[in-house]
């Protein structure tokens, strides 16, 4: 048996600019986090033939080609793994809640394929993977941050080049300021899943016709990471709460769909009644993750809380895509 532990992320910075249709016109530069919130993968021979693959449905195919969860029929072919074969997922979070769990699950699933085969992997090889599943051979309007971040872990500022060049670094900040980073930053689950599919293929259809709304959005969300990039580093951490408030602003006009008036009244809450510095929807927009930062955990704690929403406590991972398991 292998199992795999993979982390999912929140973004911090430049979110959008790393999907092909801006960057490669561009150039991208996102800051991505991982978090200790992960998707396991196992992989097991079956002792019956066939693919059993448990995921939040059960598939039992003969042919791979037949497999109903794209990801996993991708991730098969590419292996070219015979039966007999168990797959089973297990997430901390649902999907659907913008903390990038389709490249999670991807990275994940592709490091436990590696691991069954007895074969080592990088983190480059992991990633890349996984994007040429999901951008290539299923062609979804994603971007590449969830990806890497996966499979490397840690808070990467990463760089995307208008040749598809990947060039990343850690994010430079000691144990000090990224404890004070952490302490400082609260996620609320507003109770409701989507696809970012939709805001996402918007976004890319609007950045290919030249939408000059949507690049100035996209201009200003990248010239934001690099300003939040540079106050991380020089240890100006609540300097980042107003650079988030301003993302938020700026982000909230890009697409229909990416805010309504229940966030909106949420937000406004947040930085009101909770004493928020600035935050913003994690992910593509719709629902999912609040990411707020503050210096009063209790006192937003508190004003969330008595709007309906749910804390869910995190911390950094650094380790990436593990296998956990090998036997």
């Known amino acids: 048996m292998i199992m795999t532990r993979t982390p999912l992320r929140i973004s911090i910075g430049g979110g959008g600019t790393d999907l092909p249709s801006y960057y490669r016109e561009f150039g991208g530069f996102v800051i991505s986090a991982a978090i200790n919130k992960y998707v396991y993968i196992t992989v097991n021979r ?22 109903r969860h794209p990801l996993l029929r991708e991730a098969l072919e590419m292996h070219a793994i015979d039966t007999p074969l168990e797959i089973v997922s297990v997430a901390d979070v649902p999907a659907g809640t913008g903390l990038g769990s389709s490249g999670t699950f991807t990275v994940g699933v592709m ?9 080592s992997v990088s983190s480059e090889q992991l990633a890349r993977n996984a994007i040429e599943i999901e ?13 890497y971040i996966a499979a490397y ?34 996620l609320f689950f507003l109770g409701r899943t989507r696809s970012a599919s939709v805001l996402l293929q918007e ?34 951490i609540y300097d980042f ?4 408030h301003e993302h ?45 930062q503050t ?27 593990v296998v956990l398991l090998r036997n």
């Open 248 to 292: 938020w602003l700026s982000k909230r006009r890009r697409a229909e769909g990416m805010s309504s008036s229940a966030m909106d009244e949420i937000y406004c809450a947040a930085r009101k009644s909770g004493g928020a510095l600035g935050g913003k929807l994690v992910g593509a927009g719709g629902s999912g993750f609040f990411l707020f």
């Open 203 to 236: 976004q890319s259809s609007r950045c290919e016709s030249g939408d000059a709304q949507m690049l100035k959005s996209l201009h200003f969300t990248k010239q934001l990471g690099r300003e939040i990039e540079q106050v991380l580093e020089s240890r100006r």
């Open 153 to 186: 872990g840690g808070l990467l500022c990463q760089e995307y080049g208008q040749d598809d060049s990947v060039r990343l670094r850690p994010l430079a900040m000691d144990d000090e300021a990224l404890k004070e980073l952490r302490d400082s930053l609260m």
């Open 46 to 67: 079956s002792f019956f033939p066939g693919y059993f693959l448990k995921y939040s449905e059960t598939e039992h195919v003969e042919d791979r080609r037949r497999i």
């Open 111 to 119: 490091h436990a394929l590696y691991a069954h085969k007895r074969q």
């Open 295 to 321: 210096r009063d955990r209790k006192r937003l704690r508190d004003a969330m809380t008595g709007m309906g929403l749910s804390e869910m406590d995190f911390s950094f991972d650094f380790d990436g895509s």
């Open 241 to 244: 709460g107003p650079l988030l």
């Open 135 to 147: 951008m290539e051979r299923l062609k979804e309007p994603t971007g590449k941050q969830d990806q």
